[in-house]
């Protein structure tokens, strides 16, 4: 009784009816104009026709038009309708307003931070590179940071509850999910103990990421403890498009000069103190030093995006670096960066492809997702093609089954053209790393397929010529040592039936 309890009053059974109720309301409301119907027909096909021009003239990504113009041309009575209501990253003007004033107090307060010209002991690849990722994610690259890799969740865990416990002025916090258990428990009991102390703690999760694991007012509960806190999006039960863009970063800042971020989440699958998919192969990059300002910086214009309020920025800006900061290589660099999925700007993509095309020797990559753009198949293909050594690590235990066919789906034509794909044989990789030619790195949250790379907010750390990149060089050898790679004639063993709803769902995959 008390699990049906649990389920009936839980926060996703109400939103379910809810959105049945909606459901029903639409349906009784054509049931009692039926009279009408061929005039609702027309109307529908009108504004079905006026959302396929508007698609083919939107400047978003072409698979992602394809994903949205079948369905309309096959069901054009709902498809139209439907893509005015969820498609499309469109934004009212007051939102408007709010990202342009983000951008511009980013700008604002870090070009003077822009040296990409610094860059040219690496080549000008390197220059144009930082050029790039300062000019259009106003994300300024960094000496003076020392960088460390940590290759499993199991390894960050204490290392991140350490620094929280060493924290003296503020902790802000960023992540897509928050699940209470041994790990979220844990950094909570530390933000309360500071909070009691007169550290400011902020705390910002995705609501919508942490729909199925947190009360819907958790942001008050963590209020009551002295933490302030938001909940980015918040989930409503109407269909809405505002649910298509998740903050998907991950942010653990502390006194301005101390910094944490990668693919981990704030639960316990990704410690390996839950186990959902096997083995849960996760990473994150810790900076000490100057770069860690930058992602300060990020922190709090999102904080301002989500608030009516404005930050009085330069008041955290760090007054000392730590020591670490100050011993590392006159060439090392670090440039952390962020994607918005609503500037039309796709900065993690552009990224990752100006990794693949200027790689000379090997390209090593780890990814949950491998859901690619045109562009990057080709850009992929073409590289290994040249003879460069291309490696991809995907999950071989997925989390969704769907996601993961999709991902198989990609395999053959890669293979075909000489890259090498493994599958993570003990269970779920979860890192989304490139290490590329024992030169240029990055760790973050951004996955290869269609939601982390146009329809999230995303984040991660470049990093040239730092001896974290190989470390993320020897994580991959070690990683490919336990994982079974994948063939050609494995990729063409296919049941026909499973091809074809393969071929089915490849049409819609950018909406997935």
């Not at 653990?252 to 981990?264: K, Q, R, V």
């Not at 186990?275 to 994150?284: A, E, L, N, P, V």
């Not at 198949?377 to 040249?386: I, N, R, Y």
């Not at 026909?496 to 819609?508: E, F, G, K, N, Y």
Request: charged share 20%; glycine share 6%.
């Amino acid at each position: 009784m008390k699990k049906i309890l649990s389920v009936l009053f839980s926060r996703m059974f109400i939103v379910l009816v809810l959105v049945l109720i909606q459901l029903a309301v639409l349906i009784g409301t054509l049931l009692l104009f039926s009279n009408y119907a061929v005039y609702f027909y027309w109307v529908c096909i009108a504004v079905s026709l006026v959302a396929v021009i508007r698609i083919v003239n939107n400047r978003m990504e072409p698979g992602y038009k394809i994903a949205w113009i079948v369905p309309i041309m096959v069901f054009p009575i709902f498809g139209g309708l439907l893509y005015f209501m969820l498609g499309g990253n469109k934004m009212t003007r007051r939102m408007r307003k709010k990202l342009d004033g983000m951008d511009m107090k980013m700008k604002q307060l870090l070009s003077p931070d822009f040296h990409a010209e610094h860059l040219a002991v690496h080549g000008l690849n390197a220059v144009t590179q930082a050029r790039y990722m300062e000019q259009y994610a106003f994300s300024p690259v960094y000496g003076n940071t020392a960088s460390e890799y940590f290759k499993l969740g199991d390894d960050v865990f204490p290392a991140m509850i350490k620094e929280l416990r060493a924290a003296k002025a503020y902790i802000f916090l960023e992540f897509f999910i928050i699940h209470p258990g041994i790990f979220w428990d844990s950094v909570l009991e530390v933000l309360e103990e500071k909070a009691a102390q007169g550290v400011e703690v902020r705390v910002m999760y995705d609501d919508m990421g942490s729909v199925f694991c947190l009360p819907r007012h958790y942001d008050k509960l963590l209020q009551k403890k002295g933490i302030r806190c938001l909940a980015f999006n918040r989930f409503i039960p109407v269909m809405s498009l505002r649910h298509n863009n998740r903050d998907h970063r991950k942010l653990c800042i502390i006194d301005g000069h101390t910094a944490f971020t990668g693919g981990m989440n704030l639960a316990d699958e990704y410690i390996n103190r839950e186990d959902r998919f096997g083995h849960w192969k996760d990473s994150m990059i810790g900076l000490k030093g100057e770069a860690v300002w930058s992602m300060t910086v990020m922190f709090l214009a999102m904080w301002d995006f989500n608030s009516d309020g404005e930050e009085a920025y330069e008041s955290y800006r760090p007054r000392a670096l730590p020591p670490e900061a100050m011993v590392v290589g006159e060439k090392e660099f670090v440039q952390p960066y962020m994607d918005s999925p609503l500037d039309h700007e796709a900065v993690g993509e552009t990224v990752y492809l100006n990794l693949i095309t200027k790689a000379k020797r090997y390209i090593y990559i780890t990814t949950p997702y491998l859901i690619i753009s045109n562009a990057v198949q080709s850009a992929l293909t073409c590289v290994a093609k040249t003879g460069v050594d291309v490696r991809i690590i995907t999950p071989h235990i997925p989390d969704k089954k769907t996601v993961f066919q999709l991902t198989r789906s990609h395999y053959l034509p890669l293979l075909e053209a000489g890259v090498r794909i493994f599958e993570y044989t003990p269970g779920f990789m979860h890192a989304k790393n490139f290490a590329v030619d024992d030169r240029y790195g990055t760790v973050g949250t951004i996955n290869l397929d269609y939601r982390s790379l146009f329809l999230h907010f995303e984040n991660g750390v470049f990093l040239y010529h730092t001896p974290s990149v190989l470390d993320i060089k020897r994580d991959f050898l070690d990683t490919q040592a336990k994982s079974q790679e994948v063939t050609i004639e494995q990729c063409k063993n296919i049941p026909l039936p499973l091809r074809v709803w393969i071929a089915c769902l490849r049409i819609i995959e950018p909406l997935l």
